[in-house]
Each structure stands twice: as C-alpha cells, then as structure tokens.
T-cell receptor, first 113, second 116 residues
Framework: KQEVTQIPAALSVPEGENLVLNCSFTDSAIYNLQWFRQDPGKGLTSLLLIQSSQREQTSGRLNASLDKSSGRSTLYIAASQPGDSATYLCAVSSGTGRRALTFGSGTRLQVQP | GAGVSQTPSNKVTEKGKYVELRCDPISGHTALYWYRQSLGQGPEFLIYFQGTGAADDSGLPNDRFFAVRPEGSVSTLKIQRTERGDSAVYLC??????????????FGPGTRLTVT
C-alpha cells in the first residue's frame, strides 16, 4: 500500500527566504506526482505535475524535483511572499493497484511579512 | 472554461439522515474522482469513475456510501444513515483521462458536511 509522508508538518519563514518542502513515498512504481496548494476552507489548486519519466518541473518561483528510485520529491519556493502562506500537499498516482491519488498530510506554510 | 463545481458548498444534517452531494466535472473529462478530507489530513480516495462505470470503489468506507454517474458527466455521492464520523470535506476531481496515462486531476472547492 502506497504511503506518502510530508516533512515538515508546519513551517514559518520570514518573507524573502527560499524554502524546500519534502515529500516521500513508499512505492516507487508511480505514474506521476502532483504538488497542490490548499488555502483554508478551500479546494486544491494544482501547482506542478511531474510525470514518472521526468526529473523536475518549474513554474515561476516554484520548482519541483522527483527522484523516483529513492521515493522522494521536493518543492522549492524561491523568494517567498506572504501570499504563499497555505498548506502544500504532495500526491502520487501509483503504477500498481489504485489509479487515484494518494496524498500526504501536507505542510502548513506561514510566510511572515 | 469552467472548472469543477460542487454543490452544496456546506451541508449540515442530523445523524441518521440521508444526504446527496453533487459534482459537475470539467466538460469532456472522462475520469471523475471522489475524495474525503478530514481536518488536518490530506484527502483520501473514495471512488473513481471512467465514463459511467465505477472503475474502483475500494475507498468507500462501508455500504452506507454509494456514488453514481449515470450519463458520464455529473456525479452524485450518496450517504445513507449519516453518522457524526462522516463529517468531513468531500472533494471531487476530474481529469481528461486516467491518472495512469499522465493526466492531471483538477479539484472542485468541496462540500463541507457536518453531521450533528
């Protein structure tokens, strides 16, 4: 059974800092990995999708990397802003069994102005 | 274009009642997923449809939960004899194809269900 872990559970940084969020998964047989953002009381906004054959994806100040063999992904946020404050969720689509996404519990990010 | 929509946004019901939650996927998306999110946790898979059929319902917690997608578009999640433990945010997602083919899932805003 696929399990996804996100570290740290919560993070508080001053504005302008670069930061890294970590995600690990137990079964490396995945189709893809998605990073999402969730604001309080809201749904999920997809940030980046990395296919299993890819090593990284970039969108603006965000860069996500994938090391499938070691079961790890990182989300790098450059020059953080207060508007980046949210919960960031990592999810994988496993190559065996269930086709739906398996999520981590998220990292709650607070960027202090 | 329009994203995934879900109605109602909030639902408060008494223990033992029946509820229906609706999801309108992005037009043309063949795959539709239901997830449930408890406070402080990531979403957990319930069921997914490919077209009109439930391709995998292994995430449904028990037989009080049922979902349909009769015309391959709108889906309804039905919960019978609600219990307080059913209180959660129910999220719907759709994609242009199966996750195994690399398609991205797009999520709706969710329905917050509270069972009193």
């Amino acid at each position: 059974k696929q399990e996804v872990t996100q570290i740290p559970a919560a993070l508080s940084v001053p504005e302008g800092e670069n930061l890294v969020l970590n995600c690990s998964f137990t079964d490396s047989a995945i189709y893809n990995l998605q990073w999402f953002r969730q604001d309080p009381g809201k749904g999920l906004t997809s940030l980046l999708l990395i296919q299993s054959s890819q090593r990284e994806q970039t969108s603006g100040r965000l860069n996500a990397s994938l090391d499938k063999s070691s079961g790890r992904s990182t989300l790098y946020i450059a020059a953080s802003q207060p508007g980046d404050s949210a919960t960031y969720l990592c999810a994988v689509s496993s190559g065996t069994g269930r086709r739906a996404l398996t999520f981590g519990s998220g990292t709650r990010l607070q960027v202090q102005p | 274009g329009a994203g995934v929509s879900q109605t109602p946004s909030n639902k408060v019901t008494e223990k033992g009642k029946y509820v229906e939650l609706r999801c309108d996927p992005i037009s043309g998306h063949t795959a539709l997923y239901w997830y449930r999110q408890s406070l402080g946790q990531g979403p957990e898979f319930l069921i997914y449809f490919q077209g009109t059929g439930a391709a995998d319902d292994s995430g449904l917690p028990n037989d009080r939960f049922f979902a349909v997608r009769p015309e391959g578009s709108v889906s309804t999640l039905k919960i019978q004899r609600t219990e307080r433990g059913d209180s959660a945010v129910y999220l719907c997602a759709s994609s242009a194809g199966l996750a195994g083919a690399g398609y991205e899932q797009y999520f709706g805003p969710g329905t917050r269900l509270t069972v009193t």
